[in-house]
């Protein structure tokens, strides 16, 4: 083991992996340190019962960056995606259902069923959002230009950004500012009149979200799950076989072939400084390690307020970092079943298309409205949005023979926690899943005898035993006043931090979060960028 690294990455979470991957294909000796046993962070497999494999967090794959793939060869080293076919399943309470296809035709059949218009609309809106995608595309692997101090460098990306605004017609400028100011209902609702293609559409604009299908800003959430693909159908989503972490055992495996280091259990306790340069880490053990740079893939509160002193940032940075909004409002619930969901409107437990889906039970916008409103008092909601899949449909390895994994994703569950409602999350957490199996319940009757097992995480459970600050899963809000040049805070949106040769790689920098990669591939870029700095010191 080398007595110094170039590189010392904190945290083995994907964008952690992606950065490594790169350095170490650039030569630089480079060391990632994940303090849970297995790599993946948010991202990973986890057989928590016998025979039985969950994605514990993250569960579908979308929005990683094709050029993270191709770059560091990750196909080679296993990594695979089953799209998912159909996309949505949404029952409804009068008995009528609503399922959307990778076919833009066979969608259009099902969205008849509710409204002759919406079917004519709907290949003009999916077209309209890819023409909005495609000017946002080139920006998530750029490197987000300085609007605090202005260089040379930052100008001449304002003015490229404004040349290409200029050239954009009226129509998609329109859009764009819409995007970033309207709620999701108001997005939709010029679009279409059927409550429920509304409401399935406008899922994308509220996951993971502190906000409600009416809060101004949900409509860019939503946008920003349009931003991917798989197999070059964009928009779509799918299962990476062997369950996320296949991702992240591949990206692992990739950077270790280009020579880097992972040393799992490992647990970094203080970025070491001096003059106001970084020059290693303190493990918990009591180790320390010397690096001529440090990136942090822990999220921005984690590492300015967690691994570094206040008085070794200026004040008003930390007051910054201190102010951001981080707290998270979503639940994950992994069960083992027996067997398949038996729905009332589609009538079976053997694999059917609806069953290959994402299953969403929220009838109305009204629903997720007022289950947000719960949560804005500290109160789960008593009826929650539910995001559920079953990836067992696509990748039989992941359950013994016969037998089944479900993902619940559910919101909202706010982490801090109203008095009167209970003092913590370990309080409540069972009996607050209980109720989500009772909502499945309604809808697929004898559902709970087929569960097995069932395992709970927590907004709290997302911050213990995942790192992620107040459990947000974006490592801080995807508001409009903290994306793009404005994330993690004005003036800081360039990887680089006030500590001369630390850098964030994390979901905390732009473009933000979701499984991308696009992150740890632009602080990859400007490490590079500094390296002859760096190695002088």
């Known amino acids: ?20 991957g790169y350095l170490a294909r650039a030569a630089l000796r480079t060391l990632v340190l994940e303090c849970r046993p297995v790599v993946g962070g948010a991202c990973v497999t986890e057989e928590i019962f016998p025979g039985f494999k969950f994605s514990t967090t993250s569960y579908l794959c979308s929005l990683l960056q094709e050029k993270v793939t ?67 595309e080139p920006l998530l692997l750029e490197t987000p230009p300085d609007v605090a101090r202005r260089g040379l460098d930052d100008w001449q990306k304002l003015a490229g950004l404004g040349r290409r605004v200029a050239k954009m017609p009226a129509e998609e400028l329109v859009g764009h500012l819409r995007i970033l100011s309207q709620s999701a209902k108001d997005f939709l609702d010029p679009w279409f009149e059927s409550e429920q293609l509304k409401v399935v559409l406008a899922t ?6 502190k906000g409600g299908p009416y809060t101004p800003g949900t409509a860019y959430v939503l946008f920003h799950h349009c931003m991917g693909g798989v197999g070059g159908k964009r928009g779509l989503w799918g299962f990476v076989r062997g369950g ?20 799992t259990g490992a647990r970094v306790v203080r970025i070491l400084t001096k003059g106001g340069r970084a020059h290693g880490v303190a493990l918990a053990s009591g180790e320390e390690i010397r690096a001529k740079a440090v990136a942090s893939n822990a999220d921005p509160k984690v590492t300015f307020l967690k691994l570094l002193e206040e008085r070794e940032l200026p004040g008003d940075f930390f007051a910054a970092i201190r102010a951001l909004k981080s707290e998270g409002v979503s639940m994950k619930i992994n069960l083992a079943l027996d067997g398949l969901p038996d729905f009332t409107c589609l009538p079976g437990a053997a694999v059917a298309p609806h069953h290959k889906t994402t299953i969403h039970i929220c009838p109305t916008l009204e629903y997720i409205e007022r289950a947000y409103d719960d949560s804005k008092y500290g109160r789960p909601s008593a009826r929650p949005m539910l995001e559920i899949t079953i990836p067992t449909t696509y990748d039989s390895s992941l359950a013994p023979p016969g037998k089944h994994v479900m993902n619940i994703f559910l919101q909202y569950t706010p982490y801090t926690l109203s008095p009167e409602v209970a003092p913590s999350w370990h309080a409540i957490k069972e009996s ?30 997302l911050e213990e035993e995942y790192g992620m600050t107040g459990g947000n899963i974006f490592h801080g809000e995807m ?43 632009n602080a990859a870029r400007e490490i590079r960028k500094d390296w002859k700095k760096l190695k002088r010191g």
């Open 244 to 263: 996320m972490g296949g991702l992240t055992q591949a990206m692992a495996a990739s950077a270790r072939s280009a020579g880097a280091e992972i040393r």
């Open 479 to 521: 508001s409009v006043d903290q994306l793009y040049f404005l994330r993690p805070v004005p003036g800081w949106a360039k990887y680089r931090t006030p500590i001369r040769g630390l850098y964030l790689c994390g979901s905390g920098t732009h473009p933000g979060g979701g499984v991308m990669g696009a992150p740890g591939h």
């Open 1 to 20: 083991m080398p007595s110094e690294y170039d590189v010392v990455i904190i945290g083995a979470g994907h964008n952690g992996l992606v950065t490594a």
């Open 204 to 209: 994308d604009g509220v996951i993971g979200t």
């Open 432 to 461: 607050y899943a209980d109720r989500v199996m009772e909502m499945i319940e309604e809808y697929a009757p004898g559902f709970q005898s087929r569960v097995l097992h069932r395992h709970v995480v927590t907004p709290l459970d």
């Open 70 to 136: 191709k770059d560091l060869e990750l196909e080679k080293f296993g990594f695979a995606v089953y799209p998912k076919n159909p996309a949505f399943f949404s029952p409804f309470p009068d008995g009528r259902y609503l399922i959307l296809w990778s076919d833009s035709g066979k969608t259009c059949d099902e969205i008849r069923k509710f409204s002759a218009r919406d079917a004519e609309q709907y290949p003009h809106y999916e077209e309209y959002l890819d023409r909005l995608v495609r000017f946002i």
